[in-house]
């Protein structure tokens, strides 16, 4: 699975960018998210610990930082039921103090029995992004 999601927010990309990743504001837009730690100052390298209830389950993972240039890019990544997933978020100015947020996720079978819920996982992950997305653009709008 690769994906591009894109929203068109009415704040410049220094607003937005902190909501991407600070634990008091990730909570506020991202659904069936239980818990939410960094571990560490948030950068390159950083790991967060969150727990997520996906279709009545409870699945703590720990998401790593693999790049932090604000308020321009992140990328990040995890693993979950042997699906690797990498996660970069891109924030241009588009004119009128908006800011483009562009989100681009790539999930991968790491395992021969995630090749069997990959699909699954795929159309319920693409929906789960796109509701997120749309609460963090009304949230700052």
Same mark, same amino acid.
């Given at each position: 699975?690769?994906?591009?999601?894109? /929203?068109?927010?009415?704040?410049?990309?220094? &607003?937005?960018?902190?909501? =991407?990743?600070?634990?008091? +504001?990730?909570?506020?837009? !991202?659904? #069936?998210?239980?818990?939410?730690?960094?571990?560490?100052?948030?950068?390159?390298?950083?790991? /967060?610990?969150?727990?997520? &209830?996906?279709?009545? !389950?409870?699945?703590?993972?720990?998401?790593? /930082?693999? %790049?932090?240039?604000?308020?321009?890019?992140?990328?990040?990544?995890? !693993?979950?039921?042997? $699906?690797?997933?990498?996660?970069?978020?891109?924030?241009?100015?588009?004119?009128?103090?908006?800011?483009?947020?562009?989100? !681009?996720?790539?999930? +991968?079978?790491? +395992?021969?029995?995630?090749?069997?819920?990959?699909? $699954?996982?795929?159309?319920?992950?693409?929906? +789960? /992004?796109? #509701?997120? =997305?749309?609460?963090?653009?009304?949230?700052? %709008?």
């Amino acid at each position: 699975m690769d994906r591009t999601f894109e /929203i068109l927010v009415k704040r410049r990309p220094e &607003e937005v960018f902190p909501w =991407l990743f600070e634990a008091d +504001k990730v909570p506020q837009w !991202t659904s #069936g998210l239980e818990d939410y730690e960094v571990l560490g100052a948030l950068g390159t390298g950083t790991r /967060i610990r969150q727990t997520l &209830e996906v279709s009545g !389950t409870r699945r703590t993972f720990e998401e790593e /930082i693999l %790049s932090f240039d604000p308020p321009r890019s992140a990328e990040s990544r995890f !693993t979950l039921e042997g $699906i690797g997933v990498r996660s970069s978020f891109a924030l241009a100015p588009d004119g009128g103090g908006s800011a483009r947020v562009t989100r !681009t996720v790539s999930a +991968k079978a790491e +395992k021969l029995s995630a090749r069997f819920l990959l699909p $699954i996982v795929q159309s319920h992950l693409e929906r +789960k /992004i796109d #509701g997120d =997305l749309e609460r963090l653009r009304e949230l700052l %709008s």
